[in-house]
């Protein structure tokens, strides 16, 4: 796929998954006392109100291009969360912190059976079989797309969401230090997508497999026409 096909098709994936992952922490947050998010309007579907001008629309084309259209990633504004709210101070981080990457491993499976059903749909009614390849192809880039999610959010590097669960995993004192190295985090972090592409390819790759697992399981119902994204 060239770069401008590749935007084209990633930009809506990207969007919805991104969205999804925020609003999902959103609810968890509610369900474990804290209606800040709720209070805010942040529990919406409307893209105006998750989209980051740097993670949302810069950072996801500056990637596509560097790599030319083989590797994307991007995030949405972070919902608001006080956890001095919730009503058990460490499960409730918990829940909340890992609501967004199960919620991104939903999204992953669920495509799975669009994709066979989409195919069906192709291959029954020949006229609809190029609509059907451009659907099933931005369904297979949701697959590889929110498994990249999850791998990329579970990075225990502060404020990625698994940083939360790394805290809440360490004994009290070890965790106090953990929570003042993690004041350097976006920098850290910042100098990983900069020039850690070694550490994120190998941190990435188990993703990559569950993905390519997930796909395999439908690889007959796929019709032709667009490729892989992540190969």
Same mark, same amino acid.
């Given at each position: 796929?060239?770069?401008?096909?590749? &935007?084209?098709?990633?930009?809506? %994936?990207?969007?919805?998954?991104?969205? *999804?992952?925020? %609003?999902?922490?959103?609810?968890?947050?509610?369900?474990?006392?804290?209606?800040?998010?709720?209070?805010?309007?942040?529990?919406?579907?409307?893209?105006?109100?998750? &989209?980051?001008?740097?993670?949302?629309?810069?950072?996801?084309?500056?990637?596509?291009?560097? !790599?030319?259209?083989?590797?994307?990633?991007?995030? *949405?504004?972070?919902?608001?969360?006080?956890?001095?709210?919730?009503?058990?101070? #460490? !499960?409730?981080?918990?829940?909340?912190?890992?609501?967004?990457?199960?919620?991104?491993?939903?999204?992953?499976?669920?495509?799975?059976?669009? =994709?066979?059903?989409?195919?069906?749909?192709?291959?029954?009614?020949?006229?609809?079989?190029?609509?059907?390849? =451009?659907?099933?192809?931005?369904?297979?880039?949701?697959?590889?797309?929110?498994? %990249?999610?999850?791998?990329?959010?579970?990075?225990?590097?502060?404020?990625?969401?698994?940083?939360?669960?790394?805290?809440?995993?360490?004994? #009290?004192?070890?965790?106090?230090?953990? %929570? #003042?190295?993690?004041?350097?985090?976006?920098?850290?972090? &910042?100098?990983?997508?900069?020039?850690?592409?070694?550490?994120?390819?190998?941190?990435?790759?188990?993703?990559?497999?569950? *993905?390519?697992?997930?796909?395999?399981?439908?690889?007959?119902?796929?019709?032709?026409?667009?490729?892989?994204?992540?190969?």
């Amino acid at each position: 796929m060239d770069t401008l096909q590749t &935007i084209l098709l990633v930009a809506p %994936v990207l969007l919805f998954s991104v969205i *999804a992952h925020e %609003v999902a922490h959103g609810y968890a947050a509610l369900s474990q006392g804290d209606p800040t998010a709720q209070s805010l309007g942040r529990l919406s579907w409307n893209p105006v109100r998750h &989209i980051d001008p740097f993670m949302t629309l810069l950072m996801p084309v500056m990637m596509l291009v560097a !790599s030319g259209g083989s590797f994307v990633l991007g995030g *949405a504004k972070p919902v608001p969360v006080d956890p001095s709210r919730f009503r058990n101070y #460490r !499960s409730g981080d918990l829940i909340v912190s890992l609501a967004g990457v199960f919620t991104n491993f939903v999204i992953a499976f669920a495509c799975i059976p669009l =994709i066979w059903a989409v195919g069906a749909i192709g291959r029954a009614m020949p006229a609809a079989e190029p609509s059907a390849a =451009i659907v099933q192809g931005m369904l297979v880039i949701a697959v590889q797309l929110n498994w %990249v999610l999850i791998a990329f959010n579970l990075i225990p590097i502060p404020p990625l969401d698994g940083s939360h669960v790394v805290q809440q995993l360490l004994p #009290r004192r070890l965790a106090h230090y953990y %929570v #003042r190295v993690g004041r350097f985090g976006l920098l850290i972090l &910042i100098a990983i997508l900069l020039y850690g592409g070694g550490f994120l390819a190998w941190w990435m790759r188990p993703a990559m497999r569950a *993905a390519g697992t997930m796909l395999s399981w439908v690889r007959d119902a796929r019709l032709p026409g667009l490729p892989l994204l992540f190969s």
